[in-house]
């Protein structure tokens, strides 16, 4: 799902162009590491013992000093702990797909982290409202048996069998108001 404008708006700015940039360069309590790739797009191998894979874009990759790598996850959220165990399956989806990509090089990942911006203070100069956006580092312990086990669940959702359709079902009322336009195919320019 897109984020609505302004997160857009920010992000895009906080990101600008960081590719070739030393994390210590935007703040010394940051790790030593320099950004190689932003903004790109992985799509995993089929995972094994499932008929899942995963495609998806991640913010940063980032090579550590000692040559191993870390994937970072940019939000604009209120920094917290519960954070961590939020978006501990989306930086397990990057890294599986990383690892075992369908297409290019495997990037082994030794470290999986947020970087968490959120404005504390605004200051009005020359007719420009700035606002201030600290930020807060939180790692995201690796635990690949746990994203394993979550993605086979996913798998036999997904290959089990359809559940009933039902007139209390939202999802099953939005479905179903698509179903004629899914059945025409002619038109489909490609």
Not at 56 to 70: A, E, F, M, Q
Request: glycine letters at 6%; aromatic letters at 10%; a negative charge.
């Amino acid at each position: 799902m897109p984020m609505p404008g302004v997160f857009s708006a920010i992000n895009t700015r906080l990101q600008g162009n960081l590719v070739g940039k030393n994390l210590k360069s935007l703040s010394s309590n940051l790790p030593d590491g320099e950004v190689i790739a932003q903004e790109k797009f992985v799509e995993s191998i089929v995972i094994p013992g499932t008929s899942v894979y995963l495609k998806g874009k991640y913010d940063l990759l980032v090579r550590n000093s000692d040559g191993t790598h870390t994937i970072i996850d940019i939000k604009i959220s209120q920094p917290g702990e519960d954070k961590i165990d939020k978006y501990k399956t989306q930086l397990g989806a990057y890294k599986f797909a990383l690892e075992n990509p369908k297409f290019g090089e495997s990037i082994k990942l030794t470290k999986l982290a947020l970087l968490i911006f959120y404005p504390d203070q605004v200051s009005f100069e020359n007719e420009t409202a700035a606002l201030d956006f600290p930020h807060t580092w939180l790692e995201v312990p690796i635990d690949d048996a746990n994203f394993m086990s979550f993605i086979q669940e996913v798998d036999s959702v997904l290959s089990g069998t359809e559940p009933t359709v039902s007139e209390k079902c939202k999802w099953c009322l939005y479905r179903k108001s698509y179903e004629p336009q899914a059945k025409i195919v002619d038109d489909i320019p490609f």
